[in-house]
């Protein structure tokens, strides 16, 4: 008897620490800028939710790093599916009730010459990048209390995009325009971030010849570093900024 009672009370007072703690959520985290954010607020004992698509196994590893440390879990998400999204709502609120930051950051990206670029490649891009997030804040605005909503755009969106990603430089865009107006209309503060090219592990799987070539069209010297995003989302929370804003990246930003 007396160690079930211990086995509950063990129970008992671990899903209270969780129940307490603030609580971020971050779309398509398995690396790359998501994993940034992730370890970052990990540290901060922050819980957790981090979400993938096709990248499974990098999600789950994440979870097997930090779970240590905070507490941690991996959902599926498709953002081209509503009732995805649906689902994901329903999990976190049953568990969590409430959350305090929500990172958009899941992003698709099909690079094509014009000549050769399909409606439905389009569409999708559009369709992960605009309404995936469209959603994301019409759902999860109803459990934010007092928090924030940040946007991952791209400088892309405003004047370096490449002429190979017509399609990712428009829904950029769309993100940075979409953040303006639902800054009037959601109850939570909503920013879009717009960094340059980040130092991600997509990144240096790229052509790295085209890689140089595009950061010496539009003037990057040197990629940023993925941690500077958690810092300036921390740093603009702290600055109480202005709800709405759209906040251009272009180099590392230290605590």
Known sequence: ILYHYCKFLSNVLYYKRWFFMNTIL????SRGIGAAIARYYANKKYNIIITYNTNKTDSDNLVKELSNITNIENYYLNLKDEDSINNLYSNVKEKYNTIDILVNNASLSLDNELEYKTKDEF????EVNVVGTFLMCKYFDKIIENGYIFNIS???GIDTGSNLSIDYNASKA???SMTTTLSTILTNKIISICPNWV?????????QDYLKEEMKRINQERLINPNSI?????KLINENTKNGSIIRMDSDINE
């Open 26 to 29: 971050i779309t398509g985290a």
């Open 123 to 126: 569409m999708e891009v559009l």
């Open 154 to 156: 791209s400088t892309d």
């Open 174 to 176: 769309a993100i940075n």
């Open 199 to 207: 130092n991600t592990e997509a990144i240096q799987e790229m052509n």
């Open 230 to 234: 958690p810092i300036l989302i921390n």
